[in-house]
């Protein structure tokens, strides 16, 4: 296998991965142009440094480099990194393939579909995660949970107080917890449809605070 092809699947691959997995389910453009762009940039340098006998060290150099960087310059959910290390490596698979071969081929498919099969709605979909904010400053655990049990119409399995201011009366808490069946299917009915246009959408549970 030429080292073109090997190229040529990496492009293949990040726009699968790109356009097929991340878009149809979490529609953030900005990290889509980030995505092809680091794949491409990252590729394009792997490639060249491939035949040089540092290839390994500044593959990984420039993979922590970047990593640095991207990490600092914006706030990501843990999902979206998932999705931005394995942009980086798929370029990294295919540039530092000094001798391609079917190997390289296997992981690069490998990344891939373990990004499709781990990020799947379906995986664990009912549990969440949020930072709430009550209006009432509740100290005593027990009280917390079935308080947040009843407003959320899920069972609470972990969480933890950040805040608990008494003087402004209100508690922070980071809260997981899973959706109860009927509340899961009220919320995907209501995120499957759009209340302007009636169009279909991907249903995402983004983390956020709530009043």
């Known amino acids: 296998m030429s080292a073109y092809a090997v190229y040529g699947l990496d492009l293949v691959a990040v726009l699968i991965l790109t356009f097929g997995v991340y878009w149809p389910r979490h529609r953030r453009r900005d990290l889509v142009v980030a995505f092809l762009g680091i794949n491409v940039g990252v590729l394009a340098v792997a490639a060249l440094l491939a035949g040089s006998a540092l290839s390994a060290g500044l593959g990984l150099g420039l993979f922590g480099v970047l990593s640095i960087i991207r990490l600092r310059s914006d706030e990501l959910a843990q999902h979206e990194i998932a999705y931005y290390f ?17 190997a390289a081929v296997g992981f690069m498919a490998l990344i891939v579909a373990t990004m499709t099969v781990v990020d799947h709605p ?12 009550l209006d009432r400053a509740i100290a005593d655990e027990p009280t917390l949970r079935a308080h947040l049990e009843e407003m959320l119409g899920a069972d609470v399995t972990a969480l933890s107080v950040q805040r608990l201011d008494t003087v402004s009366d209100t508690t922070w808490v980071d809260a997981r917890y899973r959706l109860r069946a009927g509340r899961r299917r009220a919320l995907v009915a209501e995120a499957t449809t759009s209340p302007v246009t009636g169009a279909t959408t991907t249903a995402r549970s983004p983390e956020m605070a709530t009043r």
């Not at 490596?89 to 071969?101: I, Q, R, W």
């Open 86 to 102: 394995a942009v980086l490596a798929l370029g990294l698979v295919a540039g530092l393939s000094a001798a391609p071969s079917w």
């Open 122 to 133: 379906r995986l664990l979909g009912a549990h969440r995660r949020q930072v709430i904010v």
